[in-house]
């Protein structure tokens, strides 16, 4: 189990006894919906999951009617979708694909590698490029005035 979900079931479990807007636990969907969004803005990992921090990787494996396997590495990203009069958050997983240096990431696109080594070796790669353009993002820009 991925430590957002972990996290999220005991953030219910926690909080069954809640009522929200008039909202209890009996009242189901709508009761979780406002817990998701409290989850989202209050928990550590509800940040980190809105804000597009956190990521989830897997290899997704096809086994062919010959018996061969072939491996497509895969990114987890939440995505938000705004709908006339609510707003929903999906969590897609997208097949990383690699071109030359560069990477990408497509649900039609997909390249399959014969082994599971060479799968998780282009995780680990697009895992590095990724930090790195993190790290080289503009935390803060402040201007000094100069008097001539």
């Keep these: 189990m991925d430590n957002w979900l972990l996290n999220w079931t005991a953030w219910v479990v926690r909080n069954t006894h809640a009522q929200i807007d008039g909202v209890s636990y009996d009242d189901g969907p709508e009761w979780f919906e406002k817990m998701w969004d409290l989850w989202l803005k209050n928990s550590d990992h509800g940040i980190k999951l ?13 086994e062919r009617n010959n018996g061969q396997k072939v491996y497509i590495p895969q990114v987890c990203k939440l995505e938000i979708k705004n709908r006339m009069f609510r707003q929903t958050q999906e969590l897609v ?56």
């Design 50 to 62: 809105k804000q597009n921090d956190m990521s989830y990787y897997r290899i997704k494996i096809e």
């Design 93 to 148: 997983w997208y097949n990383i694909h690699k071109v030359g240096v560069s990477f990408g990431i497509s649900k039609t696109i997909t390249v399959r590698y014969g082994n599971e080594e060479d799968a998780l070796k282009v995780i680990e790669e697009y895992k590095n490029k990724h930090q790195v353009e993190k790290d080289n993002e503009v935390k803060s820009t402040t201007y000094k005035m100069i008097d001539l």
